[in-house]
C-alpha cells in the first residue's frame, strides 16, 4: 500500500495542474482514495468538521459560477476538486510519512529537468522544453518549499538530509529560473539555519560573508544562467523588475475593466471567470495586444475576481486563524513569506493542491505527532 502511494502521489505531485494530466490526476486521486478508505480504512472516513464547512462555503461559490454560466468553468472547478479529494487522502492516510516522500519527489523533479534539458524526456507540461533565455519548462513544483516548511512546523533541525536536499533543489531552481521560488526558498533557508540569538557571533558573521561572496561570485560567473544573472539585481530593487511592473500594470488595468457591479464585488464573478486587458509594449508596439489571463497571475485579485470581497476576506481570516496556530515565529515568518510573495506573483496557491500540506501540517501535523507520541 506505501508503494501505492508513492507511485501514485508521485504521478499527482508532476502532473496536476496541466490540461494534459487532468484526467490522469483525477485518476490517481481516486485510486488513492480507493485504496485507502476501502482497503485500509475498511470504509471508515475520517472527516473534521472544518472540512465539511469548507465544502459547504465551496459549493455557494460554485453555484454562484455556474449561475454565471461562464464558457470553460472548469479550468477552475477541477482544481478544487482536486484539492478536496487530497485533503481528504491527507487527513485518512495510513501511516504515511509525508517528509520522505517529499525528499524523494526533490530528487525525482532534478532528474526530470536534467532530462528535458538534454532532450531525453517528452514535455508533458508545456508545448516547448526551453524557453526565454534558457528557462526550462518542467514540474511546476518546487518540493524544496515544502521539506523547508515541514523542518520549521516540526522545529527540525538543520541536518545532513537538509542540506543534500538543497543542493539537490538548487540545479531545478536555476533552470527554472522562477525568482519567486528562489526568493522563498532563500527566506526560508535563513529562517532554518539562522539562530537570531547568536546571528551577531563572529563566526556567523563570516559564514555569512563566505555565502554572500559565493553567491556574488558564482551569479558574475559564466556558469549562471543569462536570465537569473538578468533578474539577481531587481533583488535590491524590486519594484524596477519588469515582471513586477507588468503585473502591477496588469492589475490596475484589470480594476480599471472590470465594471462590477455592487453585487460582484460583494460574491464576485464567478468560478471560470477571466480578465481580458489590452498590454501595451512601449518598446516594441506591434506586440501590445490584448490579453486574456486567469487574474493577471495575482493570487489575491484571483480570489476576488471569483468570489469578491466575501471570499477574499474568507481567505485572509483563515490564514489569520492557521497564522495563530503556528507556535514559533520562524514558522509564522516562514508561512507568510510563502502565502503573500506566492500570491502577489502567481496563482500557484490555488491552481496546485500540494500547497493544501502547508494548512494540514499547521491543522492536523501537531495532533497527528501527539498521537504517534502517545503510542510510543
Not at 472516513?45 to 461559490?61: D, E, G, N, R
Not at 464585488?265 to 480578465?275: E, Q, R, V
Not at 501590445?288 to 469578491?308: M, P
Amino acid at each position: 500500500m506505501k508503494v501505492l502511494n508513492y507511485i501514485l502521489l508521485t504521478a499527482l505531485f508532476l502532473l496536476i495542474g496541466n490540461s494534459i494530466s487532468s484526467s490522469v490526476s483525477l485518476l490517481c486521486l481516486l485510486l488513492l482514495l480507493g485504496a485507502n478508505l476501502i482497503v485500509v480504512k475498511k470504509g471508515k472516513i475520517t472527516v473534521p468538521l472544518y472540512y465539511y464547512i469548507a465544502l459547504a462555503i465551496y459549493l455557494i461559490f460554485l453555484t454562484i459560477g455556474l449561475f454565471y454560466g461562464h464558457r470553460n468553468p472548469q479550468i477552475d472547478i477541477k482544481f478544487q476538486l482536486f484539492g478536496f479529494l487530497f485533503y481528504l487522502f491527507l487527513l485518512n492516510k495510513k501511516d504515511f510519512k509525508v517528509l520522505p516522500f517529499l525528499f524523494l519527489i526533490n530528487y525525482i523533479v532534478l532528474g526530470i529537468y536534467i532530462l528535458l534539458y538534454l532532450g531525453k524526456f517528452p514535455n508533458l507540461w508545456h508545448t516547448t522544453v526551453i524557453g526565454y533565455q534558457g528557462r526550462v519548462y518542467g514540474p511546476s513544483i518546487i518540493p524544496i518549499v515544502f521539506i523547508s516548511f515541514y523542518y520549521l512546523i516540526k522545529n527540525k533541525t538543520f541536518d545532513l538530509k537538509l542540506v543534500l536536499a538543497f543542493i539537490v533543489a538548487i540545479p531545478s531552481l536555476l533552470l527554472t529560473t522562477n525568482l519567486m521560488n528562489i526568493v522563498i526558498a532563500g527566506i526560508l533557508l535563513m529562517l532554518l539555519v539562522v539562530d537570531f540569538n547568536k546571528l551577531i557571533q563572529p563566526k556567523f558573521i563570516l559564514i555569512i560573508l563566505g555565502i554572500g561572496l559565493s553567491s556574488v561570485l558564482f551569479f558574475n560567473s559564466s556558469y549562471a544562467p543569462d536570465l537569473i544573472k538578468e533578474k539577481i539585481p531587481y533583488l535590491l530593487d524590486p519594484f524596477e523588475y519588469p515582471s513586477l511592473k507588468i503585473r502591477v500594470n496588469d492589475l490596475n488595468a484589470a480594476f480599471a475593466r472590470e465594471k462590477f457591479s455592487t453585487t460582484e464585488k460583494i460574491f464576485g464573478n464567478g468560478f471560470g471567470a477571466s480578465t481580458t486587458i489590452f498590454r501595451e509594449n512601449l518598446e516594441a508596439q506591434s506586440w501590445s495586444d490584448f490579453i486574456t489571463f486567469q487574474e493577471i497571475d495575482n493570487g489575491f485579485y484571483y480570489l476576488y475576481h471569483r468570489g469578491g470581497f466575501l471570499l477574499l476576506s474568507l481567505f485572509l481570516l483563515f490564514h489569520i486563524f492557521l497564522f495563530e496556530k503556528i507556535k514559533s515565529i520562524k514558522s509564522k515568518i516562514g508561512f507568510l513569506s510563502i502565502v503573500i510573495i506566492t500570491c502577489l506573483l502567481s496563482i500557484h496557491y490555488f491552481n496546485n493542491m500540494f500547497y493544501l500540506i502547508l494548512p494540514f501540517l499547521i491543522l492536523e501535523g501537531n495532533k497527528n505527532t501527539r498521537q504517534i507520541e502517545q503510542q510510543i
